[in-house]
Every structure is written in C-alpha cells, then in structure tokens.
C-alpha cells in the first residue's frame, strides 16, 4: 500500500498540447478511462488554465 494513488494514463488526454498538461492520478488506469471519457476530456482541456486541481472520488466524505 505504499503507492494507493499513481499517475496512470488517461486515453482522452493524452491528444493535448499544452506547456501545462492535465495530470491525472488513479488507482487504476481503468478507472480513470472510464470517469474521463471524450466529453469530459474536451471539457477539462478547454478549461484546464481555470483548474487547481479536480478531485472525484467515491468515497463517502461528509457526515450523515
């Protein structure tokens, strides 16, 4: 359990040309393929200059 979270590859990304890359972090790339599809891809490349950073998850994180 020493690496939970890596960088992995996401297929939709992978097409930009940027100074700034998107970087996207994982437990698998599977996962982050299928969260990260086309659609999403075009819209976080075209507003990528306006993110910090973009977290989703699905662990439950709030009270009840």
Request: hydrophobic share 40%; no cysteine; charged share 30%.
């Given at each position: 359990m020493n690496q939970f979270v890596t960088q992995v590859r996401t297929?939709?990304?992978q097409?930009?040309?940027s100074k700034d890359p998107?970087?996207?972090l994982?437990?698998?790339d599977e996962v982050a393929n299928q969260l990260i599809?086309?659609?999403?891809?075009?819209?976080?490349l075209s507003?990528?200059?306006c993110l910090i950073?973009?977290?989703i998850t699905d662990q439950q994180v709030y009270n009840k």
């Open positions: 297929e939709s990304l097409a930009q040309k998107l970087v996207t994982a437990e698998s599809d086309k659609n999403i891809a075009e819209v976080l507003n990528g200059d950073d973009l977290h």
